[in-house]
Structures are given as C-alpha cells and as structure tokens.
C-alpha cells in the first residue's frame, strides 16, 4: 500500500471521527459551553474582565444588583469577579496538569508497551502500581507538607496531582501499545535497522493520538475538581481566588444565611464539571476505532 493511500484512510478516519462528533448533540452543547469557559478564562488571564476580585467594598453581604450580580461577600467583594476568577484558575491547574501528565503517561506507556516483558516494562508498571496504591488525598497532603516553605509550595498541587495522574493513562496506553507492536509496519520498521525509540516516536505515539486526547480530558476534570477539594480543605491555591476558596469562605456564610459564596462557586463549578464530563464521553465515542470503522 502506498504512502498516500495510508494517509488517505489516517485522513478519512480522522474525518468520520470529526463527523460523528458533529452529529452528538449533547457533545457539541457541552465543545459550547467549554468553550465559553475557555474565552472567559482567556478574558481574565488578559485583565479585560474580573479584575476587581480583591477590591473591598463598603457593604458586606450586599444583595444582588446590576453592580454586583451575585452580590458581595463578608468583605464587600464581587463574588462573580471572584468566580469568575476561579475560572482562569480551574483552567490554569487543568491545562498543566493534563497535559503533563497526559505526556508523561503516553511516552511512558508507550515505551512499556513496546519493550513489553522486559525490565523496562516491569520497572514502569512496578512504578505506577506503587503510585496508585496510596490514596490520593494522603499523597497530595504529604507532598504539600514537604514543599511548605520553599519555592515549590505554590505547585505542590500539581506535582502531585501530575504524579498521580499520569498512570491511569500510562496502562491504558501500554495495553494499545502492546497490540501495535506486532503489526506488520513496525515489523518492517525494524527489518531495516530502525532504532526502538525512533518507532516509538515516529511509528507508535502517533497511533495512540486518540486515546491521549481522551485521557487529557479525563485528567483536566479531574484536576478541576481535586483542586476545588484540595483548596478547600486548605491544600491547594496559596495565593489568588479559586472556587475551593469560595467554597471554603461559604462555611460560616451560609450559617448566616448568606449563599452567594457557595452557589456561584458551585454552580460554576457544576456547570464546567457537568459539560467536560459530557464532551469527554462523546469524543471517546467519536475517536472509538470500533465505531468509527464500522
């Protein structure tokens, strides 16, 4: 088979994937509102919208007005300046920490699954069996405990919620990458001289594209909501405004009778976990080869 009727189908493949997609409904509702998420963190990160966060104002606990849509909280703030906020930090947290430890699991499981029943690959799947085997909030807590006052205390929560993160997608990759290897075009690849890392980067990581795009989605979500846990239990965000602060500030406002705090940071949070969860599952549909093929 020539090389352009290869790219042809890896095209035509691609294609079916992107039309499948297109035709889920709840899918593309959910690419939306992720998408308008994104703009709005991009807005913030830019100082266009949300800036006033930290400004104090005359009246605690005001009601909800044209000012202040969701009203202020016990020291006069916005708390829609301030959720809104925790949106450029739910995708700051998430972007690093899926895509490193997306990257790290991939070029792991690949190389485990290529050198599969050798040292490497029992080192590997020795290393993130130890990882998963302690829990996770145990781990983060430690993790956070050892970098308290150096100048890594403010990423204590993504080192250990990228070392954690990134077996999950390490095993699943491994197992994809088992089965590659023994497909006729990587035997070839080795006939003639071809070097192991060289097929590992040219020859297998690109046929695992689609289950990394899944499993960065994955971990995103899950970075959102362990940072959200994390920062309220006093764990994760040092410095800034993150829903797990506004949540954490929520306790002894509600008790009051004051409910801004916890439903704009849940309500948000509910929003963005509710439509990546929904547009992780329709793309895992879509990039499916079972289904996309048939």
Sequence with gaps: ?????????????????????MHDRAGVAAMIVVGVYGLIAILVYLGLIGENWSTLGEEGFGGMSSEHWFGTNINGQDIFSRAIQGIKTAFEVGLVVAVT???????LGAIAGYFHRTIVDEVIMWLYGCIDA?????????????????????WGMHIAMIATFWSSTCRIVRGEVIKIRGLEYIQAAKAVGVGPLTIVRRHVMPNTTHILLVQSTIAFVGAIKSEAILTFLGLGVVDGVSWGTMLSESTSDVLRGHFGNFLGASGFLFVLVISFNMFADALQDALDPKKVSS
């Design 134 to 154: 302690i829990p996770f909030y145990l781990f983060v807590a430690a993790v956070a405990f050892s970098l308290k006052g150096t100048d890594l205390q403010p």
């Design 1 to 21: 088979m020539s090389e352009e009727n290869i790219s042809t189908g890896r095209d035509s493949l691609w294609s079916k994937s992107r039309r499948k997609l």
């Design 101 to 107: 430890a997306t990257a790290i699991g991939g070029i």
